[in-house]
Structures are given as C-alpha cells and as structure tokens.
C-alpha cells in the first residue's frame, strides 16, 4: 500500500494540491491563485485552461517539494468550487467560452423569466435549491442561448457539461482520449437538475430548463475508484474520491451524524450540517442538498446556509480599494479603532443568498459619519461575516430544531483571531478551530483513501480531528443585541436595488 492520499483542491481563487498521510497530517503543500475576470458589472469568469495549467503546477511542485512520485499515493481526489460551469468541445477539448463563476448574476432575467411562470415551490421540492442565480443549471441555459453553436455541439453530445470536478476528471482520464464524464452527487446536488431522491437527472427540470441530456455527465459516488489518471504527473494513479469543496469540508471535519456541523470561512462562507440519509425541506432560506455518498452505500443530505461574500470583501478592500496589501492585514487595522464606529457593510454585491435570497439585493455601507474611517469600515468588513454566519445559524436552528452547541470552523479566514472572536460573541457559543483547516482538501483525501481501503471507517477518520484553539462568547448581551439589531436594519437597506 502506498504512504499518502493525495488531493486537488480547486477553490475560487486558487487551486492547491495537498498530500496527506494517515494521521492526516500534511506532508506536502503547493498552492496557486488564477485570475478572477470580471467583463461587466455582477459578472465573474474564470478561464478553465488557466486553472487546468495551475492544477498541474501544483500537483507536480507539491510531488517535487517532498521528493515524492504518483507511486507514492494510494489515491487522488478532487474538490471544487461548486456550481461553476463549464461547456467544452469533447473532441477539440478546448471550451466554448470561460467559466460562469457561482457568484455570477448574470442569468437573473432567467431566474425572473422561470419565477413569472411558477414552479418555484416544485422546483424546491425536487432540488432543494430556490431559483436563483447561483446554481449551475441556468448558467447552462446561458450558455446554450447565447454562445454561438453550442446548443447544436450540447444537442449532439459533441459538447460537455461539467462543474470544475467533472472538467479536472475528464482531463486527468485522457480528455479527448477517452476522458470520464463524471460528476459525484455532492456536486450534481447543485445544478437545479438532479432528483434529490433518486439522484438522477430529472427529466423535468431539463425540459423546463431545456438542457439536453446528451451533454450531462454520469452521476457516480463520492467514493469510488472511478478510473486512472493518465497525465504527468499523477499518471497510474487511482482517481477515487470527488466532493463538492463545502460538502468535503464536512466530510474533513468528520460530521457523519445527524446534527454534527462546520462553517468554512472562504470566498463566501457555507455553514453545512448532516442530517442523515432523508433530505430535510427547509422552511427558513436554507439549502438541501447531498453530503456525501460513500461507495453503494445510501446518500447523506445536508441543510446548508450558503452566504456569497465573506473573504472576498477582504479581496475587495485589497484589490478595489487598495486598504492593505494582504489580506491578513486587515486584523491590524481592524484593531487600530476600539469597535465599527457604528459602520456597517453589507456585502451583496451578488444580491444576498441565505436565509434571504434576493438577487436584486446589492452592497451598502450604511452609518457612515465624519467620523468613521478606513479602519472602521475594515472591521465593519469583518463583522459582516460573522452576522451573515448568525442570520444562518438562526436559520439552521429553526430548520432542525437543534440549538447550537459550538461551531466547528475552518477555511482561509480563520486565522483571523478578531473575527472569530467576534463570531464567538456575535453566536454566544463557543468556536472551534481545529488542528487541521484544511478540511476541504481533507474531505476529498478521505473520499478517496476510504474508496481504495487506505482508510478502513469512519472511526479511523474521526480519531484524526482534534481542536486547535477555542474561543468562548465574553461581549454583554446588550452589546451584542445592539450589533445584531443595526446590522439586520442595514440589511435591509439593501434590497430591491437592481430594477
Ligand atoms: N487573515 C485573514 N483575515 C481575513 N480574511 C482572510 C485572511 N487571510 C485570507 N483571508 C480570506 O480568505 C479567503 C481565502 O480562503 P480560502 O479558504 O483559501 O478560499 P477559497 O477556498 O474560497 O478559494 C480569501 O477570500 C481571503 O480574502
Ligand atoms: O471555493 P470556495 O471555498 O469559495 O467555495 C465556493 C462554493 O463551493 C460555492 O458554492
């Protein structure tokens, strides 16, 4: 048996790729970023080759780093940012256009053109999901309408479709030479078009949608020892594990019962919590979707409060703004004022998804005064994540019926001291770090390790979490009400913005 799992790692705004051993320690690391392309206002791309080349960068200098070969990997699995896609030529292998990014808001007349004919409610029911410009199935639909050819390509079956996953696998397999068109059902869980039940396409949402089948890749587990990589440089390597980037998250924070639950603190922020093998409707904004299908064993759902923007309104103040030059400078400066100034900045610039759902929602800084500065809107940035994180817990708490205890967090933003806590605060549970925060990566190593017998259970998975850094609730409650209270008003100062 080979020492170590290995994972690619494909994020909004980098691709990694990490080798694990059995502990599920690191062993090796490589990380690049790739350019967000932003051609018009609410619009985001991301060119599919470009992360292609990064993917490979990585995965050879991470194998370099530590002097280690494909032999040395009992498997590779692959997470991914979710929902954005991908429409590409089989036989030339080159896509029709770039990637519609998951944030990208451009298909918000398709949301109101299904809205105005109903379906909402049965369209919920199959998917879990509320129309809405986030997921993946309309994003196709755009493609198909406004791309030249390519509902003639999809028709035919000489046009692909797949998220970031079901890209990366078709290429690692032989792409044109017999690539696997492949999708896990974490990951189909997020099209709008998949069955919640069966976890097959739904023949209904396709004609509604009117997506032809031809071009939709086979739904597969999570786990599974689905084919060979046979590009360098993981050639021979077993491909055995795909996971939606939150879904993994959970599998890495080892939430296999009912009731367990993670926050990951990324480009947004996506609080999942396991609710066993039945999905559960939510009644309070929530997403139901897959977890996780381990092998032929049956699926696990998941409730999800998905929030759009949380670390890229750091991005934002870095890049737009020019506060800072890094992201981690934000907490210095932060901390440079005592609290927000009475600032409060609400991040919609894709309209606001959980619990509120309001693709005409847009960004407001609301309280502003003479005496409010940078750093005041620097920390009023920060505490944005951490009410966006309550309004879904709340909402999680009146969809299960079980109160938060503490919450299990990871993802790039939780080194932020400040923030987490203020979330701490903010939640008046306490907040874990564990050992390890790169559960996402995690989460696709253990798909992968479970599926080729690396790992025996779950229980061996569970023996490696362990807790980094707790921090407990101390603000007065008054103070807390009062944050939350003004932060819900400036809310609502959003809405209705875009005619
Ligand atoms: N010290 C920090 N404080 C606040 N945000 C941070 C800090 N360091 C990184 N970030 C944010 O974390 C995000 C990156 O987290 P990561 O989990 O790698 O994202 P993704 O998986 O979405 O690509 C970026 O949006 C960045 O702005
Ligand atoms: O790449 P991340 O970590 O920002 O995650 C993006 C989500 O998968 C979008 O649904």
Redesign the pocket.
């Known amino acids: 048996m080979s020492k170590y799992v290995g994972a690619i790692?494909q994020?909004?705004?980098?691709t990694?790729f990490i080798v694990f051993d059995k502990q599920a320690h690191i062993v090796s690391l490589a990380q690049k970023e790739h350019e967000q392309i932003y051609p018009r206002p609410g619009w985001v791309e991301h060119n599919p080759l470009e992360i292609l080349n990064n993917s490979n960068e990585v995965i050879g200098a991470a194998l370099a780093r530590a002097n280690l070969s494909a032999s040395d990997l009992a498997a590779v699995g692959i997470t991914n940012?979710r929902e954005t896609t991908v429409l590409w030529d089989r036989h030339s292998g080159r896509p029709l256009c770039n990637a519609l990014v998951w944030m990208d808001t451009r298909t918000d007349q398709l949301v109101q053109r299904f809205a105005r004919d109903g379906g909402q409610g049965r369209f919920r029911e199959k998917t879990g999901l509320p129309l809405a410009t986030y997921f993946s199935g309309l994003k196709l639909l755009w493609i198909l309408e406004n791309v030249e050819g390519a509902r003639r390509l999809a028709e035919k079956g000489d046009a692909l479709f797949g998220n970031i996953n079901t890209w990366m696998a078709w290429n690692l397999t032989g792409g044109p030479d017999g690539g696997i068109h492949v999708t896990d059902v974490s990951n189909a869980s997020r099209t709008m078009l998949m069955d919640l039940q069966t976890c097959t396409w739904d023949k209904e949402m396709l004609e509604q949608f009117k997506i032809p089948e031809a071009c939709l890749p086979k739904i597969v587990p999570s786990s599974s020892p689905y084919a060979e990589i046979t590009t360098a440089p993981l050639r021979g390597t077993q491909l055995a594990g795909m996971l939606g980037?939150q879904q993994a998250a959970l599998v890495g924070q080892t939430c296999f019962a009912p009731g367990e639950a993670k926050n990951?603190?990324?480009?947004?922020s996506f609080l999942l919590m396991n609710t066993g093998t039945e999905p559960v409707q939510s009644k309070a904004g929530l997403l139901t979707t897959l977890a996780y299908q381990f092998g032929d064993e049956k699926p696990h759902y998941a409730l999800e409060g998905a929030i759009a923007i949380?670390?890229?309104?750091?991005?934002w103040l870095?890049d737009n703004l020019h506060f800072f030059d890094?992201?981690?400078?934000?907490?210095p400066l932060a901390r440079s004022v005592e609290n927000n100034g009475d600032v409060y900045l609400v991040p919609a610039f894709s309209g606001l998804y959980a619990p509120y759902w309001k693709d005409d929602a847009r960004g407001v800084i609301a309280g502003l005064t003479r005496f409010a500065n940078k750093a005041h809107i620097a920390r009023a940035a920060?505490e944005s994540?951490a009410y966006q994180v309550r309004d879904v817990v709340e909402a999680m708490e009146i969809d299960s019926g079980i109160p938060l205890s503490s919450l299990r967090t990871?993802?790039?933003?939780v080194?932020?001291e400040l923030?987490m806590q203020f979330q701490s605060d903010m939640l008046k549970v306490p907040v874990l770090r564990p050992k390890m925060i790169e559960t996402?990566a995690l989460g696709s190593a253990y798909a992968a390790g479970l599926a080729v017998g690396y790992w025996r259970n779950i229980e061996d998975l569970r023996a490696n979490w362990g807790i980094d850094k707790t921090w407990e609730p101390k603000m007065p409650d008054a103070d807390r009400d009062h944050y939350y209270q003004s932060w819900k008003k400036a809310v609502t100062r959003s809405f209705a913005w875009v005619d």
Not at 11 to 14: A, D, K, P, R
Not at 264 to 268: D, F
Not at 410 to 413: I, P
């Open positions: 790692d994020g909004t705004t980098s990694r940012q980037d990951t603190y990324g480009t947004g949380t670390g890229a309104l750091v991005q870095r890094v992201a981690g400078q934000i907490e920060l994540t990871d993802g790039g933003m080194v932020n923030l996402t």
